[in-house]
Nanobody
Framework: QVQLVESGGGLVQAGGSLRLSCAASGRPFNVYAMGWFRQAPGKEREFVVAINWSGGTTSYADSVKGRFTISKDNAKNTVYLQMNNLKPEDTAVYYC????????????????????WGQGTQDKA
């Protein structure tokens, strides 16, 4: 059974930092790209960042470039999202997601390209 479990959200002052974790299981971890999306109240889900299957390539939304960093630990089957200099507009539920395609060269910002999703973790800044 494929599972993605996010953790690490919370309440933080503007300018503060949080690190989100996404523990993955049920598929070979280092075969699929992973992404983080977020959804603020009353808004559509939006792309935040993606990392390719090897961890060597990343893609960030313009709104978080220079502030957020994605990384993955293959030994722990976990993806991390380090969020620095948080702003009120970063307040959202954050979801991690697994790409549908193995060894894909894409770093998709399209939610339909991701086949598995976590339950989300709330971040308030």
């Amino acid at each position: 059974q494929v599972q993605l479990v996010e953790s690490g959200g919370g309440l933080v002052q503007a300018g503060g930092s949080l690190r989100l974790s996404c523990a993955a299981s049920g598929r070979p971890f280092n075969v699929y790209a992973m992404g983080w999306f977020r959804q603020a109240p009353g808004k559509e889900r939006e792309f935040v960042v993606a990392i390719n299957w090897s961890g060597g390539t990343t893609s960030y939304a313009d709104s978080v470039k220079g502030r957020f960093t994605i990384s993955k630990d293959n030994a722990k089957n976990t993806v991390y999202l380090q969020m620095n200099n948080l702003k009120p507009e970063d307040t959202a539920v954050y979801y991690c997601a697994w790409d549908r395609s193995a060894y894909s060269a894409r770093l998709s910002a399209t939610s339909s390209d991701y086949g598995y999703w976590g339950q989300g973790t709330q971040d308030k800044a």
